[in-house]
Nanobody
């Protein structure tokens, strides 16, 4: 069965960086586009970034463009989100999603605070 497991969240100071990982299993990873989303308390889930199966095409929300980078390692069945220049408003639970079939991981908490 399809499984997505996020990791790498934590507490970081404003201006800091984190790298989130999403380990995938149960499907041929390289053939599926993947998304990262986040959901802050009291807010709707927000799309952040997408990457094609080959990794050669990426898209970003304006809110994170230039600060976040999505990438993937198809040999390790993992998609990443490198987050730089973190702000308190980036505090949220971060999720990866396999677009086809709408599969989600359990999320990883990111808290940006001094």
């Amino acid at each position: 069965q399809v499984q997505l497991v996020e990791s790498g969240g934590g507490l970081v100071q404003p201006g800091g960086s984190l790298r989130l990982s999403c380990a995938a299993s149960g499907f041929i990873f390289s053939t599926y586009a993947m998304n990262w989303y986040r959901q802050a308390p009291g807010k709707e889930r927000e799309w952040l970034a997408s990457i094609h199966g080959s990794g050669d095409i990426t898209r970003y929300a304006d809110s994170v463009k230039g600060r976040f980078t999505i990438s993937r390692d198809n040999a390790k069945n993992t998609v990443f989100l490198q987050m730089n220049g973190l702000k308190p408003e980036d505090t949220a639970v971060y999720y990866c999603q396999r677009i086809a079939g709408d599969f989600w991981g359990q999320g990883t908490q990111v808290t940006v605070s001094s």
